[in-house]
Nanobody, 124 residues
Framework: QLVEAGGGLVQPGGSLRLACSAF????????IGWFRQSPGKEREGVSC???????YYVDSVKGRFTIARDNAKKIVYLHVTSLKPEDTAVYYC????????????????????WGQGTQVTVSS
């Protein structure tokens, strides 16, 4: 099971640290991805981190979001900064069960074991 936390209401330019906690399995044996979904839009990939701690980002968040993992605590973090109103969405994490050591991608169908999501609202 994955459980997301850390969302909230922030002003434009603000920051949050989202957390994805794993229960019942060894987080270190999987790549983990972060996705988001806004009302009326399809779920989209945001970032992922490989088993080898390599992070990948979609262009819209490069330089603003940072992904990290702490396998001992079984948590993957997404530090989101310089937030914009268009970042408003429910943010989800999921497991990439077939990734290799240093790769991952943000293709939706590659992922399973989705969390329930955490709401991020960027508004003044």
């Amino acid at each position: 099971q994955l459980v997301e936390a850390g969302g909230g209401l922030v002003q434009p330019g603000g920051s949050l640290r989202l957390a994805c906690s794993a229960f019942g399995f060894e987080l270190g044996t999987y790549a983990i991805g972060w996705f988001r979904q806004s009302p009326g839009k399809e779920r989209e990939g945001v970032s992922c981190i490989s088993m080898g701690f390599k992070g990948y980002y979609v262009d819209s968040v490069k330089g603003r979001f940072t992904i990290a993992r702490d396998n001992a605590k079984k948590i993957v973090y997404l530090h989101v900064t310089s937030l914009k109103p268009e970042d408003t969405a429910v943010y989800y994490c999921a497991v990439y069960p077939t990734s290799t050591w240093d790769t991952c991608d943000t293709t939706l169908r590659s992922y399973e074991l989705w969390g329930q999501g955490t709401q991020v609202t960027v508004s003044s």
